[in-house]
């Protein structure tokens, strides 16, 4: 499956969820689906994608909050796996797409091309709901299960190491910033 | 244990009278009584971090849905925190409150502490980040919301150093 053909097939639950993705690849497939004001893309910082996921989702119970992770990410704060797990959030989604590969950086294999079991490690974590989806019809399934359910999700999905031709996203990375948190602001008024 | 629990309670209300109502930590000898105020207390929601980095992405999602939150460390916790309060509070202007326990400084008997102590305040200073020793329990509550205030003015990142002036009785 291709990340890019997942992510369009969720798209219309996507756009109206709190969104956090990592850099690279997956941030510019969303945002080329078409921005949305509550879709955040944090250039930097590996790793720390599924931290701020947790920070969104405690600080907005009411919202549903999903983040678009990486094999290489999520590798680099495994620990990760384990907050969530202990605290989790009944509102965030954790997506995993695992192409084995540091692909925005030229594709260097990571651990999981060699054994590492990202869904593993995510159960024997303690999370309770881990599902496995690799083709786009699971992946639609998996999303959908895990917008309307309550609890912690965790999906972990095998993509090709294939992104997007070019990685420019108009968009200034504070103006995202700003226009995220002035929407989250929005959503809290009553 | 001699780690003040009369400061580490002004510590608490000082931290919840600036508004902060999320605390990401990871246990260190002298914020154990803190810590644990911070589980006792319905209004304050705590996460214990497995590594002080996680506490960054966290405090960066509660403020940007607009909570205030800090991070309760120790100095080796900054260390290990460096390239997410580069790259993700910096970078996108975060108002971090990190309250650090301030290890290896004058009085440390502990030898492992020593070389974290020696190079805290040069490291804050390197960042950019602007900090102050915290020792005297009386003016607590008025420090923090300072800070809090200047965190948020600037967008941020503000330390804090917890000084065994105030939480260690000899």
Redesign the interface.
């Known amino acids: 499956m291709l990340r890019e053909e997942a992510l369009r097939a969720v798209y219309p639950r996507l756009k109206d969820q709190v969104v ?1 993705t990592i850099m690279g690849a997956v941030a510019v497939e969303l945002y080329n689906l078409g921005h949305q004001p509550n879709f ?1 893309y ?19 119970p009411k919202e549903k909050v999903t983040v678009l992770d990486g094999d290489g990410s999520v590798l680099m ?1 495994l ?2 796996l ?2 969530l797990a ?2 989790r959030p009944p509102n965030l989604t954790h997506w995993i797409f695992d192409n084995e590969s540091l692909l925005s950086v030229g594709g260097f294999p990571t651990a999981t091309g060699a054994g590492t079991d990202l869904a593993g490690i995510a159960e024997k974590a303690g999370a309770e709901h881990v599902v496995i989806a690799d083709t786009v019809e699971a992946a639609e399934r998996a999303f959908a299960e895990a917008s309307e359910r309550d609890g912690l999700s965790i999906i972990v999905s095998k993509v090709d190491a294939v992104g997007p031709t070019s990685f420019t996203m108009d968009i200034n ?2 103006v995202n ?1 700003f226009q ?2 002035d929407h ?2 929005g959503l ?1 008024s009553p | 244990m001699p780690v003040s629990v009369k400061n580490s309670e002004a510590l608490f209300a000082a931290l919840k009278s600036a508004g902060i109502t ?1 605390l990401s930590a990871l246990p260190e000898t002298w914020l154990v009584h803190v810590m644990q105020m911070a589980e006792d207390d319905p209004d304050m ?1 705590l ?5 002080e ?15 205030k ?1 800090a991070m309760l460390m120790q100095n080796h916790g900054l260390l290990t925190s460096v ?2 309060i580069v ?2 509070a910096q ?3 975060i108002p971090l409150l990190m309250v650090i326990s301030y290890r290896g400084e004058m009085g440390e008997r502990d030898p492992w502490q020593t070389e974290g102590g020696r190079i805290t305040e040069p490291l804050l200073q390197s960042l950019g980040i602007i900090y102050r020793k915290l020792s005297d329990p009386e003016t607590l509550a008025y420090q923090v919301r300072q800070a809090q205030t200047l965190a948020d003015s600037s967008l941020r990142p503000v330390a804090l150093l917890l000084t065994r002036e105030l939480m260690w009785e000899e």
Do not use: C, Q
């Open positions: 956090v955040f944090l250039e930097h910082g590996m790793g720390l994608a599924s931290s701020m996921g947790l920070g969104l989702a405690v600080s907005l704060n620990g990760s384990s907050t202990r605290y990375l504070l910033r995220f948190s989250l602001n809290r | 999320l929601t996460i214990r971090l497995n590594k980095e996680e506490g960054v992405g966290i405090s960066t999602g509660a403020h940007l849905a607009g909570r939150s390239n997410g790259s993700v970078l996108y202007r």
